[in-house]
């Protein structure tokens, strides 16, 4: 056999294997580039998520047609619940608004911390005479209680549901005593302090008459800085009786006739029929990703630090 016809089949075998390597090449480069796209689709699409679960995609506070402007009250009033800084931010972006013709402040409030609920009020009023032709009504939801009404008090007026729970005008500082479960158990309570009410109302240690009557006369003060915020809101329409700022509450019918309330009202109907601008805007403010993250390791660290919790004041 001459030598091209034995090279024949060698080239033939040399061709195909060349043909199944570069067949097996281009497979992989299709894989690798599929892989890669597929990867980044993945990618954005995680992004996306966290953008938006992270609040950094949102209204610029810029609206282009008349609107009414919605702000959620929502939970316990406190730093790290319903907060001050949330609310009034809230409220800062509902009146800076050009195109809003106004404001429904809605409220599902047991009450919580009179600071926060304080500092919510002054800024409502500041709000309202800096943009006079603004009305802020409030509108009550389930309850609207204690630091909620506080809140509330600041409205032009208040609209709830028959069936709302409003009132609890009062202040409250609860805790427990411990002492008669540690004789019982043998357990000898230590406490050293620097500074005779240090240890102001501590649980583990008997109640001290005279940190006791402090504690009153404080409760008292703030008792009368409520008070004067509900009389200040509420004006002539408040049909003050001797049990309006016991702590009571009562429903919402019951409170439209006592002047805590002005009349029945939904959010649609406030909007609809006192502001006259059905479409609504909402302009609560969304906790980012970023500041619950800082809010849950604050407060674990918080909990490291404190092993009990003191004795707090509180409008509910």
């Not at 005008?169 to 805790?175: A, E, H, K, S």
């Not at 919402?252 to 029945?264: P, R, V, W």
Request: hydrophobic residues 40%; proline residues 3%.
């Amino acid at each position: 056999m001459s030598e091209p016809e034995k090279s024949a089949p060698a080239n033939w075998e040399r061709s195909v294997l060349e043909k199944l390597a570069m067949s097996a090449v281009q497979e992989q480069r299709r894989t690798r580039h599929w892989g890669i796209l597929f990867k980044t689709l993945t990618f954005l699409y995680l992004f996306v998520v966290l953008f938006l679960a992270a609040g950094w995609f949102g209204s610029d506070g810029v609206s282009i047609k008349e609107h009414t402007a919605l702000i959620d009250l929502q939970g316990v009033i406190a730093s790290d619940q319903a907060s001050a800084d949330s609310v009034i931010a809230s409220l800062q972006g509902a009146f800076e608004d050009k195109k809003t013709k106004g404001v429904i402040l809605r409220i599902n409030s047991p009450g919580g911390s009179p600071v926060q609920a304080g500092q919510i009020y002054d800024e409502i009023k500041r709000l309202r005479a800096k943009y006079p032709k603004i009305p802020l009504y409030a509108v009550v939801d389930d309850i609207c209680a204690s630091g909620g009404y506080y809140v509330a008090a600041a409205a032009d007026r208040i609209y709830v549901d028959k069936a709302s729970i409003v009132g609890s005008i009062g202040v409250l500082m609860d805790g427990f005593g411990f002492t008669q479960t540690m004789e019982k158990l043998g357990v000898e309570r230590r406490l050293l302090t620097a500074g005779e009410n240090k240890g102001f109302l501590d649980p583990f240690s008997p109640v001290d008459p005279k940190q006791q009557a402090f504690a009153k006369q404080m409760l008292e003060e703030i008792h009368g800085q409520f008070i004067g915020v509900v009389r200040e809101g509420r004006g002539k329409r408040l049909k003050e009786t001797p049990e309006m700022f016991s702590g009571l509450v009562w429903s919402g019918e019951k409170s439209i006739q006592l002047g805590l309330a002005d009349g029945l009202g939904s959010v649609e109907s406030v909007a609809r029929d006192v502001i006259k601008v059905e479409d609504i805007v909402d302009y609560t403010q969304q906790e980012g990703l970023a500041e619950r993250l800082a809010g849950r390791l604050g407060a674990s660290v918080a909990q490291a630090w404190t092993p009990f919790e003191k004795t707090g004041v509180s409008l509910r």
